[in-house]
């Protein structure tokens, strides 16, 4: 079945890296999506990576996927005050449902 | 390029009422998936439209049903509201064939007292 867990809040300090990490269960699972989720604001696409990936950069930004363990990580480099937020982490089976299914979410907050 | 859009911005209705929330895709987009995100429970799929038929629905009662117009957007009805719909609406849409990556709107916030 599916089931997407992440850790329920991380702090850091303004300039140091955040890692925040999902765990999945559905090994058919296709693309494996990160959003951000500012206070009263609807779902900003942040990445994805496929399947067959390992690992995916853009910016500040860095996906990794271990497969074996069905585990996915977002590390922001330098964050910033304006990272605060809560991020999710989904995936999407392509075949049939083509629904995405959520963590519970991570609510980063970086202190100055 | 326009992003997905949802109105109203907030909805306040009463139990035993019915609500309409509506949402347009982004321009090309044929899909458009209804999920709803209430305290406590996460993010939980709704429905998923395409080419204005009805494709999947998620774990959630009849009284949840919507439409897809013949230019992609759709509306979300909720019949005999109970206390428990009190959530955030959210409405993605994406092409309907490759990544199927979805894009979200904003959100309808529909409380119900």
Same mark, same amino acid.
């Given at each position: 079945g599916e089931d997407v867990e992440q850790s329920l809040f991380l702090s850091v300090r303004e300039g140091d890296s955040s890692v925040i990490n999902c765990t /999945?269960?559905?090994?058919?699972?296709? /693309?494996? /999506?990160?959003?951000?989720?500012?206070?009263?604001?609807?779902?900003?696409?942040?990445? /994805?990576?496929?399947?067959?990936?390992?690992?995916?950069?853009?910016?500040?930004?860095?996906?990794?996927?271990?497969?074996?363990?069905?585990?996915?990580?977002l590390r922001i480099a330098d964050t910033q005050t304006g990272d605060s937020a809560i991020y999710f982490c989904a995936e999407s089976i392509k075949t049939g449902r083509r629904a995405l299914t959520f963590g519970s979410g991570t609510r980063l907050q970086v202190q100055p | 390029e326009a992003g997905v859009t949802q109105s109203p911005t907030h909805l306040i209705k009463t139990r035993g009422q019915q609500a309409t929330l509506r949402c347009s895709p982004i321009s090309g987009h044929t899909s458009v998936y209804w999920y709803q995100q209430a305290l406590g429970l996460g993010l939980q799929f709704l429905l998923w439209y395409d080419e204005g038929e009805e494709r999947n629905r998620g774990n959630f009662p009849p009284r949840f049903s919507g439409r897809q117009f013949p230019n992609y957007s759709s509306e979300l009805n909720v019949n005999a509201l109970e206390l428990e719909d009190s959530a955030l609406y959210l409405c993605a849409s994406s092409y309907r064939t490759g990544s199927d990556t979805q894009y979200f709107g904003p959100?309808?916030?529909?409380?119900?007292l």
């Open positions: /999945y269960t559905d090994s058919s699972s296709t /693309y494996l /999506y990160w959003y951000k989720q500012e206070p009263g604001a609807g779902l900003q696409l942040l990445t /994805y990576i496929f399947s067959n990936m390992d690992m995916k950069q853009d910016q500040r930004l860095t996906v990794l996927l271990n497969k074996k363990d069905k585990h996915l990580s | 959100g309808t916030r529909l409380t119900v």
